[in-house]
């Protein structure tokens, strides 16, 4: 999606983290290098966490991120859980900064899904989903139960003329993003096809996830 912006712009977009609870945005920004963003280590102390357990992890780890803050006064906050998963670089970068780097957020803990033993996180498939061409920005993933097995399913909108198209070249596309999301993921997952406009909308926060393993 940046370099899409970049080139239509013709623009240099640099990404940024914050959130509400500590800031806002200016916890961490790219530099021009953008190899992670650089987290402002004078008003933060970051750590990362395995978010199951609390225990902090070594160097490079990817956990949860925690905050603590320096430099807020009327609301300060001791080790908050942000809830975002990723991991820290702190080797100098190319720009000069010695902060640490924040690379960029792989998902939730509190969206972590658990598939055959493997953690999977709905922003790993989006982003897969977002590099088809043919695949729209809407997608539904359904977690069922065969006996012992976890069964995911991956509904995703398509272009109309994928949708319409004869079956040979839907079967071939259906393998296609299979084949890609268990290179990425590691697990299986089933890939449905549905019309535009067919998923449901929903004000604010979409839901993404029916997780019908738990009924």
Same mark, same amino acid.
């Given at each position: 999606?940046?370099?899409?912006?970049?080139?239509?712009?013709?623009?240099?977009?640099?990404?940024?983290? +914050?959130?509400?609870?500590?800031? !806002?945005?200016?916890?961490?920004?790219?530099?021009?290098?953008?190899? +992670?963003? @650089?987290?402002?280590?004078?008003?933060?102390?970051?750590? #990362?966490?395995?978010?199951?357990?609390?225990?902090?992890?070594?160097?490079?780890?990817? !956990?949860?991120?925690?905050? %603590?803050?320096?430099?807020?006064?009327?609301?300060?906050?001791?080790?908050?859980? %942000?809830?975002?998963?990723?991991?820290?670089?702190?080797?100098?970068?190319? /720009? !000069?900064? %010695?902060?640490?780097?924040?690379?960029?957020?792989?998902?939730?803990?509190?969206?972590?899904?658990?598939?055959? !033993?493997?953690?999977?996180?709905?922003?790993? #498939?989006?982003?897969?989903?977002?590099? #088809?061409? +043919? /695949?729209?920005?809407?997608?539904?993933?359904?977690?069922?139960?065969?006996?012992?097995?976890?069964?995911?399913?991956?509904?995703?909108?398509?272009?109309?003329?994928?949708?319409?198209?004869?079956?040979?070249?839907?079967?071939?596309?259906?393998?296609?993003?299979?084949?890609?999301? @268990?290179?990425?993921?590691?697990?299986?997952?089933?890939?449905?096809?549905?019309?535009?406009?067919?998923?449901?909308?929903?004000?604010?926060?979409?839901?993404?996830?029916?997780?019908?393993?738990?009924?």
């Amino acid at each position: 999606m940046r370099k899409e912006i970049e080139s239509r712009l013709c623009i240099s977009a640099t990404d940024n983290y +914050g959130l509400s609870e500590i800031i !806002g945005p200016g916890v961490a920004g790219d530099c021009e290098c953008k190899r +992670g963003m @650089h987290l402002f280590e004078d008003a933060f102390i970051p750590e #990362i966490i395995n978010p199951d357990t609390g225990e902090v992890l070594p160097r490079g780890s990817v !956990g949860e991120l925690v905050l %603590t803050t320096l430099t807020k006064e009327a609301f300060p906050m001791i080790r908050y859980r %942000t809830r975002d998963i990723t991991s820290l670089e702190y080797e100098k970068c190319d /720009c !000069g900064r %010695t902060l640490a780097r924040m690379m960029k957020t792989m998902g939730r803990s509190d969206d972590m899904l658990i598939i055959k !033993g493997v953690n999977v996180f709905p922003s790993q #498939i989006e982003e897969i989903l977002f590099a #088809i061409e +043919g /695949c729209e920005p809407h997608y539904q993933l359904v977690l069922e139960r065969e006996g012992d097995t976890d069964v995911l399913i991956v509904r995703i909108e398509v272009t109309e003329n994928i949708f319409f198209d004869e079956m040979k070249r839907q079967k071939s596309f259906v393998e296609q993003v299979e084949r890609k999301l @268990h290179s990425v993921l590691g697990v299986s997952a089933s890939v449905k096809l549905v019309e535009p406009s067919s998923l449901p909308r929903h004000e604010g926060k979409a839901v993404r996830v029916i997780d019908n393993r738990k009924r």
